[in-house]
């Protein structure tokens, strides 16, 4: 084989191997009646492409179709009757395993792809039942080979043959009474028998003898129930369920079945009633205007669907951006079930919508909104500046404390000794005068006064016949020392000097006096108070013996950690 029949054999393999997963096209829904005439059980196995894929298991069923009993749905191609004719056999897949020699009614439809593909036969009941073979009794070890095993999804047997009987023999004689004979998986598999009795009897007063629960606290009939009514599309089955959540649910599917609103009538959640409602175009209360929030779950605090006209955006789990004229998924998780709503396809990108959310609108050649212009407005006049008042030294005798409001201030420290400051802002020069040794700013001079505007002229007020009394003068305010005065001086608590007559290290108290400066040992409660300037442990010390007092503790650490250590030495040797 030369190169090139090799290169062509190779090119054939990657053709083969692309195509796949070609949907199968649509067809009809058609209602059948028809017997079966074998089942067998295929496992799950890989897809015959070798794309990777897994053919899901299932039963295929020989069948007969006896009888087409018209169109369900119309859709693709094709009739019913040239699908399915009287008379033809053909395979069905189906999910669990049917009785052979069964006759039985339900809905066929062709779907699925290249991988899985088939006939699926659904929403059946048992039409007729074969009676057990002569001389092989239910009760004794089964050996018909009509009746088979029935497994479940993951393999395991569902129900066994003999319980399968027993659901024949239930079915053949309309009579519930075999259905309390299987003892296998007893639950599932009577469930299984009184819904079919009750469906091929047409009689849901079977599903009233289903026995036990769901361990959940679900009975079973109400499971019965269920099936029966959704099958056939009966609300007075949904009304015998005992469960509220089923029963609304049971509601709710028929309606949307028969597309009838009258049935969500009989929801009795009202917010449940409602979305059965608006599933079918139907819509109650008040709708959310653009630009408001809409909610399908917190309904009590929003409504529930946009005004007609407007698209319901769901801004509450929409965490896609617009990045460079693209809109970029961020994989971002958000589960807040509040929307809003927006007038998307007018053709202008309002403001909630972007290139994510509304392309159509927001896309490069949509003219988005103008916005609004402010036009300049012309600049405010300044007023003339008043000269400020000379300072004459009148703010440097405050500290920052107690600076006045006319007087500029800034953070000082009293002493520093060191390089080791004290904690407080009152220290020499902390309160000054502004710039240009004023007192205070410059002041903007008044503005021109406007003519007063014209009032009417009042009738003059009768005077009174006993003279006002004189008011006393108001003396001029003073502002008074918040401190110690000394020498015309007004210095701020804590403030450390020197006694102007004997010279005298002193300090300002909170008292208003001038106090002199305590020694080592005496007791203190400020740095001020000690010419040290160091209070520790309310007396005032120096810095050598707090220097001292630490060492001390070191020492006495040291030695309790080497006490610790030749503990531990001894034990491990």
Same mark, same amino acid.
């Given at each position: 084989m030369n190169h090139q029949a090799i290169t062509l054999f190779v090119l054939s393999l990657l053709i083969l191997s692309t195509v796949h997963a070609v949907p199968a096209a649509p067809s009809p829904s058609c209602k059948v009646k028809i017997v079966i005439n074998d089942v067998k059980f295929i496992p799950a196995q890989p897809c015959p492409l070798g794309d990777g894929r897994e053919v899901s298991q299932r039963y295929l069923a020989a069948v007969k179709i006896m009888q087409n009993l018209g169109t369900v749905n119309q859709e693709g191609e094709g009739t019913c009757e040239g699908i399915y004719p009287d008379g033809a056999h053909q395979e069905f897949t189906i999910t669990e395993n049917?009785?052979?020699?069964?006759?039985?009614?339900?809905?066929?439809?062709?779907?699925?792809?290249?991988?899985?593909?088939?006939?699926?036969?659904?929403?059946?009941?048992?039409?007729?039942?074969?009676?057990?073979?002569?001389?092989?009794?239910?009760?004794?070890?089964?050996?018909?080979?009509r009746f088979q095993d029935e497994l479940d999804a993951s393999g395991q047997i569902f129900i066994k043959a003999r319980d $399968?009987?027993?659901?024949?023999?239930?079915?053949?004689?309309?009579?519930?009474?075999?259905?309390?004979?299987?003892?296998?998986?007893?639950?599932?598999?009577?469930?299984?028998?009184?819904?079919?009795?009750?469906?091929?009897?047409?009689?849901?007063?079977?599903?009233?003898?289903?026995?036990?629960?769901?361990?959940?606290?679900?009975?079973?009939?109400?499971?019965?129930?269920?099936?029966?009514?959704?099958?056939?599309?009966?609300?007075?089955?949904?009304?015998?369920?005992?469960?509220?959540?089923?029963?609304?649910?049971?509601?709710?599917?028929?309606?949307a079945n028969l597309n009838n609103p009258s049935i969500c009538e009989k929801i009795e959640d009202r917010q449940m009633g409602d979305i059965c409602k608006e599933n079918m175009g139907i819509h109650s209360g008040k709708c959310a205007q653009e630009g408001e929030l809409f909610s399908k779950v917190f309904r009590d605090q929003y409504p529930s669907y946009c005004c007609p006209g407007l698209t319901e955006w769901p801004s509450g789990m929409d965490t896609r951006r617009v990045e460079n004229g693209k809109c970029i998924e961020t994989g971002m998780l958000s589960g807040n079930p509040v929307g809003t709503c927006i007038r998307c396809g007018n053709g202008i990108c309002d403001p909630k919508e972007t290139l994510c959310n509304c392309p159509q609108d927001c896309s490069s050649n949509i003219p988005t909104i103008p916005q609004p212009q402010i036009p300049p407005q012309p600049p405010i006049p300044q007023p003339p500046m008043i000269p400020p008042a000379k300072c004459e030294q009148r703010c440097e005798q405050f500290r920052y404390s107690y600076c006045?409001?006319?007087?500029?201030?800034?953070?000082?420290?009293?002493?520093?000794?060191?390089?080791?400051?004290?904690?407080?802002?009152?220290?020499?020069?902390?309160?000054?005068?502004?710039?240009?040794?004023?007192?205070?700013?410059?002041?903007?001079?008044?503005?021109?006064?406007?003519?007063?505007?014209?009032?009417?002229?009042?009738?003059?007020?009768?005077?009174?016949?006993?003279?006002?009394?004189?008011?006393?003068?108001?003396?001029?305010?003073? $502002?008074?020392?918040?401190?110690?005065?000394?020498?015309?001086?007004?210095?701020?608590?804590?403030?450390?000097?020197?006694?102007?007559?004997?010279?005298?290290?002193?300090?300002?108290?909170?008292?208003?006096?001038?106090?002199?400066?305590?020694?080592?040992?005496?007791?203190?409660?400020?740095?001020?108070?000690?010419?040290?300037?160091?209070?520790?442990?309310?007396?005032?010390?120096?810095?050598?013996?707090?220097?001292?007092?630490?060492?001390?503790?070191?020492?006495?650490?040291?030695?309790?950690?080497?006490?610790?250590?030749?503990?531990?030495?001894?034990?491990?040797?």
């Open positions: 049917l009785v052979k020699g069964n006759i039985y009614v339900g809905t066929v439809q062709s779907s699925g792809d290249e991988c899985n593909h088939g006939s699926y036969f659904t929403n059946y009941y048992v039409s007729e039942a074969p009676e057990p073979a002569s001389g092989a009794g239910c009760e004794n070890e089964y050996t018909d080979n $399968m009987c027993y659901i024949v023999q239930a079915i053949n004689t309309k009579d519930a009474s075999p259905c309390q004979n299987i003892q296998y998986n007893q639950q599932q598999a009577r469930l299984k028998c009184y819904y079919k009795v009750a469906a091929n009897t047409k009689d849901p007063s079977i599903c009233e003898k289903t026995p036990g629960d769901n361990g959940g606290g679900i009975l079973l009939k109400d499971f019965c129930y269920r099936d029966y009514a959704t099958v056939f599309n009966d609300p007075a089955a949904c009304a015998k369920i005992q469960d509220l959540p089923m029963k609304n649910e049971c509601f709710s599917k028929i309606a006045p409001p006319v007087c500029a201030k800034a953070c000082v420290p009293s002493t520093c000794s060191g390089g080791t400051c004290t904690a407080d802002c009152d220290g020499p020069g902390s309160c000054f005068c502004f710039p240009n040794n004023t007192i205070t700013p410059p002041i903007p001079a008044p503005m021109p006064q406007q003519p007063p505007i014209p009032m009417p002229q009042q009738p003059p007020m009768p005077t009174p016949t006993q003279p006002i009394p004189a008011q006393p003068p108001i003396p001029p305010a003073t $502002m008074k020392c918040q401190g110690c005065e000394i020498q015309n001086r007004c210095l701020p608590y804590g403030t450390r000097t020197r006694a102007p007559e004997s010279g005298t290290p002193v300090f300002c108290s909170i008292d208003g006096a001038m106090q002199p400066q305590r020694s080592n040992g005496e007791e203190c409660q400020n740095h001020y108070e000690c010419s040290t300037n160091t209070c520790s442990d309310s007396k005032c010390s120096s810095i050598e013996e707090r220097i001292g007092g630490l060492e001390r503790e070191v020492k006495e650490q040291r030695g309790l950690l080497q006490t610790i250590l030749d503990f531990f030495k001894r034990i491990w040797g």
